[in-house]
């Protein structure tokens, strides 16, 4: 309940409008001066003050700036049975919401009541509304990133489905959150559903809700994930973890925009922006049986592909400082050698694993100089290895493959030297399957719709 604090040495005067606010449901606190308010400020969290000028110990306009800087949250309406336009001037100007003159008018003090606590609620709001921004903010430089970054930009503007592919720590629930802040519906529910933490049992209980009495534990009526998403965003992470039992309910849930509680006869309408992510290729699912195909051309309206870390290597050092910055507000410097540790690193885990090491450093290396030493030792791996763990050692190219590249690769820049690489690799595997881009996103295992993004790219044409 709002707190309302009356400041007044007229007992009248806080009994009337203690009376009338009290019977709006508003929690009312009361003082017969200024010093006793703002005592009552110091210990309880208050969200309205109605403060006279003329008080004993600690005249009103005192007390007005003092409550101004010590809780600047706090409105305050001035009240007073003296006034005059110099008076009511210097108020606002210390920052009072307004002024009333006695005898107040109980209409217009409710009226104030509700517009204060209406203004403060937009703002919370507001507050929350920015700092989700923040907190969602898609860190990096790189151009795999920039492309990712405007693709979640132009997604947000519409309500299609979208389904967001990638490893496994590539920040797909950032990528979700940040197309649902940028979005109409930022202010509604962001609702997400770990499709592979929940049983096959409960799935349909958690997504459509259930009714009293439906199975043994339902002791009580409760709202699905759909419900609770009603005009906002449903996330469903790990789509690929569901069962096909569970997928042909999803699938006539987003068909008809209506769901049905488990045990319950009544229809349900829903309006849910649909984003799914998955660590799986989808399309080799389909093939195989184990996802419907119908299911995935209704998710896959907008597909959107999280690039590894180790294909966003320049982003390294910027994320790490980002986490280091919040984990102990330290700024660090990395090392030369200790740099290229990090960009020659495989991280499997992506950017969840080197979140982990960047909490490591600031827990337990002392120095803001992050050395060579301190990748070594908390990353657990020697640099010098020839392989990174979890780089799987590739057999060498056959010896009657020439290199296609100029003689002066080693003189370009890495990014330059990279790209050729990247451009001759993907051309090479497209021409041995015979062009067909499903077949060689298999081959060296990618998603086809991350093939497609790296075609355009490096402008290749298929024929398929």
């Known amino acids: 309940m709002k707190k309302i604090l009356i400041i007044d040495d007229e007992p009248g005067i806080r009994r009337t409008l203690a009376s009338i606010m009290e019977d709006e449901h508003y929690t009312v606190l009361t003082a017969e001066d200024a010093v006793l308010g703002l005592e009552i400020l110091a210990s309880e969290p208050v969200n309205l003050v109605f403060l006279d000028v003329m008080l004993p110990k600690l005249g009103g306009m005192d007390a ?6 010590g809780w600047p949250e706090v409105e305050v309406v001035v009240i007073s049975g003296h006034a005059n336009v110099d008076m009511a001037v210097r108020a606002v100007k210390l920052g009072a919401f307004d002024f009333l003159e006695k005898p107040l008018s109980l209409d217009k003090v409710l009226t104030l009541c509700r517009n ?29 990133i920039e492309e990712v970054r405007a693709l979640i930009k132009q997604a947000a503007q519409s309500d299609a489905r979208i389904l967001i592919f990638g490893e496994n720590g590539t920040g797909k629930e950032l990528a979700a959150r940040a197309i649902h802040y940028g979005s109409s519906r930022a202010a509604r529910a962001f609702v997400e559903v770990n499709c592979a933490a929940i049983p096959d049992t409960l799935i349909e209980s958690e997504l459509f809700g259930h009714e009293k009495g439906a199975f043994t534990d339902a002791v009580s009526s409760r709202k699905g994930r759909f419900e609770l998403a009603h005009e906002g965003t449903l996330f469903l992470d790990e789509i690929g973890d569901m069962s096909l039992a569970a997928q042909a309910k999803m699938l006539r849930a987003i068909q008809e925009q209506k769901i049905q509680r488990v045990g319950g006869e009544k229809t349900v309408t829903t309006d849910v922006r649909i984003i799914a992510a998955t660590n799986k290729n989808l399309e080799a699912e389909c093939k195989e049986g184990r996802f419907r195909q119908d299911l995935f051309f209704r998710l896959n309206v907008i597909p959107i592909v999280m690039p ?71 990353l657990r791996w020697d640099p010098e290895e020839k392989s990174p763990p979890s780089v799987r050692e590739e057999d060498p190219l056959p010896a009657k493959v020439q290199s296609p590249f100029p003689s002066n690769i080693l003189h370009l820049k890495y990014n330059e030297a990279k790209e050729m690489f990247e451009k001759y690799y993907l051309e090479f595997q497209l021409s041995q399957n015979n062009g067909i881009i499903s077949r060689a996103a ?13 075609l355009r790219k490096y402008h290749i044409r298929t024929e398929r």
């Open 442 to 454: 298999e081959a060296i295992g990618i998603y086809p719709s991350n093939l497609h993004v790296k």
């Open 308 to 378: 590894a870390l180790r294909e966003r290597t320049e982003d390294i050092p910027v994320l790490l400082f980002h986490f280091l910055k919040d984990f102990s507000g330290v700024n660090y410097e990395l090392t030369d050698e200790a740099r290229e540790a990090l960009l020659s690193y495989a991280w499997p885990g992506n950017i969840r694993e080197l979140k982990n090491l960047a909490e490591r450093i600031a827990v337990m290396w002392d120095d803001k100089h992050i050395s060579m030493k301190a990748i070594r030792d908390l």
């Open 116 to 144: 204060v606590l209406t203004l403060q609620k937009l703002r919370e709001e507001n507050r929350d509304l920015k700092k989700n921004l923040n907190k969602n903010e898609i860190i990096g430089f790189s151009p795999q």
């Open 64 to 69: 007005l700036e003092r409550i101004r800087t």
